[in-house]
């Protein structure tokens, strides 16, 4: 495979760009090489600068579940762009969209749009700290929920649950009043919960573990949750910036039947476009300014540009068969992995929900992967990157990371899905 274009092209980046991308994982850090440089998409595929085509399971990180320039959302971005991109004043777009979402996510009942998963999760927490007048925030580690200071902290080893910056530059005043607690264990919220009683805003969580790979909630975890929360006048802010309209079309919240008191979406929502958004119940919402005081603002918030896509997304998502399709084109892939990993003997996990998947080749046969320091020790990130450059030579685009989701499309065909099942075969073949 030629990739010559690609790597003068990253040559070029990185005298301009750090690392030559706008975002560090793009530039293949944990699997090594050289990140290919995009020219164009179509439905579920990619084509390179040197005009090498693969299937993508990336889909921009989850956003393009229609495929790349979906017909119906590129019509509604030029109509849209034909009578100007922005205003900073309010457009009928923006109550179509808010309507839409509150139809389809069961919580919601009042919407506020911003610009990315960052900005809906930031503001979520500034909301629930001034809805409680508390300050503590518990977030679990390996969670992501954007680069926003308080919340670039994990679990500082050897400090349990005391937050410390995972980033230089973030102050450690930021994140004092970060918990932590492990993914998928109960008793670790109860007693921060014991030890702080009146001074926790909210919880944050993902409901699927997906950036930490693809780790599944244990039964019962989140419900758990959200109780424990209530019981201590505490918020749930359930972050469905990725599993929004994915794990169900109603998000996780519908696939596992949860009531959380904020939601926070972007990726699906914005259609390709960078839009997120953070909702919940009318009570909650009407403490954000103006209506309320808790200011938060966006001088390109609520852009009719991505109100179009998401809007364009959204529609089509929603008619009748298509989540269900894509979806079964999810469940025939992980299928798939999973019996491509036994024939070969090889351990791995590999999770589906919706019209999302993960998998991790194991260190050990027998481990488990429930929570981020099991997923540290157990998931073989060395494996993880001979097969993903084995997949990419063939044509084939998983994440450039172990411990990322991998995400369908409606244009994904089962033809992609054997495709790909045999590179996975051969690659595995060459590999063990
Ligand atoms: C992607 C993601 C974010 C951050 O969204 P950006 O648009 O990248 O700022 C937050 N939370 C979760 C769960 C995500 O997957």
Redesign the pocket.
């Known amino acids: 495979m030629d990739t010559s274009k690609s790597e003068t092209l990253f040559q070029r980046a990185q005298q301009v760009i750090p690392g030559g991308v706008n975002s560090p994982v793009r530039a293949f850090g944990s699997v090594g090489g050289t990140p290919r440089f995009i020219e164009k998409g179509q439905g579920a595929y990619i084509w390179d600068a040197d005009g090498n085509r693969y299937i993508d399971y990336v889909l921009s ?1 989850g956003p393009l579940v229609l495929g790349h320039a979906f017909p119906a959302v590129v019509d509604a971005i030029q109509q849209t762009a034909a009578n100007g991109t922005s205003y900073g004043a309010p457009t009928e777009l923006e109550n179509q969209l808010a309507e839409l979402v509150i139809d389809i996510v069961p919580s919601i009942d009042m919407i506020r749009f911003v610009n ?3 900005e809906a ?1 930031m503001s979520a927490l500034r909301l629930a700290r001034a809805y409680t007048g508390r300050e503590k925030i518990i977030k679990f580690a390996g969670n ?3 680069h926003a200071d308080m919340l670039l902290v994990q679990a500082g080893s050897g400090v349990a649950t005391f937050g410390l910056p995972d980033s230089p530059g973030v102050p450690g005043g930021t994140t004092a009043n970060t918990l932590i607690a492990p993914y998928n264990d109960l008793d670790a919220v109860r007693n921060l919960f014991e030890a702080n009683p009146d001074s926790i805003a909210a919880a944050i969580v ?1 409901p699927i573990a ?2 930490m790979g693809f780790v599944l909630p244990d039964d019962g975890y989140l419900q758990g949750l959200i109780d424990l929360c209530h019981e201590y006048g505490a918020l749930l802010i359930l ?1 469905e ?2 599993t929004g309209f994915r794990a169900s079309i109603g998000g996780a919240q519908q696939a596992f039947n949860l009531d959380p008191d904020i939601t926070t979406l ?2 699906v929502i914005g259609g390709g476009l960078p839009v ?1 958004a953070y909702a919940g119940k009318r009570e909650i919402m009407q403490h954000v300014a103006p209506v309320g005081t808790m200011y938060q603002a966006g001088t390109l918030s609520g852009n009719p540009l991505a109100m179009a896509a998401g809007l364009a997304t959204l529609t089509e998502l929603r008619r009748e068969g298509v989540f269900e399709q894509i979806e079964s084109r999810a469940i025939q892939l992980a299928e798939g992995i999973r019996a491509v990993m036994a024939e070969f003997d090889v351990p791995a996990q590999v999770g589906q929900v919706g019209t999302m998947f993960g998998f991790y080749f194991l260190t050990q046969p027998l481990a488990s992967i429930h929570d981020y320091a099991s997923a540290k020790k157990f998931a073989d990130t060395d494996r993880y990157a001979q097969f993903f450059h084995g997949l990419l030579e063939e044509g084939v685009y998983l994440a450039p990371s172990q411990f990322e989701a991998g995400f369908l499309s409606s244009a994904h065909t089962e033809d992609d899905i054997d495709y790909t099942l045999a590179v996975m075969k051969s690659t595995l073949a060459s590999i063990i």
């Open positions: 990180w990315s998963g960052t999760c992501y929920h954007g993902e997906a950036n972050d910036v990725m972007g990726k997120g």
